[in-house]
């Protein structure tokens, strides 16, 4: 029968079928975060046995999702055509050990079968430490407890931060029980990666010549990004005058440094005034 996709999570089998709804056995309709928050929430639910689901939406960045209850499906049964919705059959649930206390959404793999992170060092107020790296974690769900605290951080964090030089962070707030499973991105960056201001201005180019002769005395200390006509980054030597549009054109005395290297401190140079 639905032959197009097969979805397998980890408590569950589901087929679906795109640009496809099922009628008449709609039990309720909610915004869902994804696709697959959509089918867990579905599997959380006994009597759940279907779902339609509405791609996200590019305004809220949310989906339509609508359980169905219903008996046995077939071709014969009343799927519609409907672009931008995924039809997916609850096929077979995977029976596993609810931990104590737990039950329906919240007696799932990721709820009772998590890994625990509970080193001190992980916590946000930790410094650098040893400056671990979690690149020897493998896909699978985590906890965050006891000394690492009791979850992972949803905003940029300093640098040497939970023992190591760029701390991640989750993009994003944690989900409700609701909402179920979500994607979010995990980040590793400091705050001069994603906060920084924007000088973009095409007569900042180091090829653009005197024009209107600007003065940056009215930027405040923070970090700041060349983008667009400005260019990629300020320059790291030393520019003749009248260029990127003023007399003495300023620029960076050092290299730009790699990620490894972090943070680093450079001297701002502005070209000298010819005798």
């Known amino acids: 029968m639905f032959t197009e996709h097969a979805t397998c999570t980890n408590s569950a089998l589901f087929k679906t079928r795109e640009n496809t709804r099922l009628n008449g056995h709609v039990v309720k309709q909610f915004q869902s975060p994804s696709f697959m928050s959509c089918n867990h929430w579905c599997l959380g639910n006994s009597w759940c046995t279907s779902t339609n689901f509405r791609e996200l939406s590019e305004v809220n960045k949310k989906g339509i999702c609508e359980p169905n209850?219903?008996?046995?499906?077939?071709?014969?049964?009343?799927?519609?055509d409907e672009?931008?919705?995924?039809?997916?059959?609850?096929?077979?649930?995977?029976?596993?050990?609810?931990?104590?206390?737990?039950?329906?959404?919240?007696?799932?793999?990721?709820?009772?079968?998590?890994?625990?992170?509970?080193?001190?060092?992980?916590?946000?107020?930790?410094?650098?430490?040893?400056?671990?790296?979690?690149n020897h974690l493998t896909e699978d769900w985590y906890r965050f407890s006891a000394g690492a605290g009791t979850s992972i951080p949803t905003h940029c964090l300093p640098h040497h931060r939970c023992g190591t030089d760029l701390p991640g962070w989750m993009d994003g707030?944690?989900?409700t029980v609701d909402e179920g499973v979500v994607s979010r991105k995990v980040c590793f960056h400091g705050y001069e990666c994603n906060q920084h201001k924007i000088l973009n201005d095409s007569d900042r180019h180091s090829d653009f010549g005197r024009g209107d002769r600007k003065c940056d005395n009215h930027l405040t200390e923070d970090w700041y990004r060349f983008s667009a006509g400005a260019g990629t980054s300020i320059p790291t030597h030393c520019l003749p005058h009248h260029r990127c549009g003023t007399d003495l054109p300023g620029w960076m005395d050092g290299a730009h440094p790699t990620v490894d290297e972090g943070v680093v401190s450079r001297k701002l140079a502005t070209t000298p005034i010819s005798k």
């Open 69 to 80: 209850k219903h008996g046995y499906v077939d071709q014969n049964t009343n799927l519609d």
């Open 83 to 134: 672009k931008g919705v995924t039809f997916s059959l609850l096929v077979k649930r995977h029976h596993l050990p609810c931990a104590a206390g737990l039950t329906g959404p919240l007696c799932q793999y990721e709820c009772n079968q998590q890994k625990i992170l509970n080193d001190s060092d992980r916590h946000s107020d930790f410094g650098r430490g040893d400056r671990k790296c979690d």
């Open 173 to 175: 707030a944690h989900p």
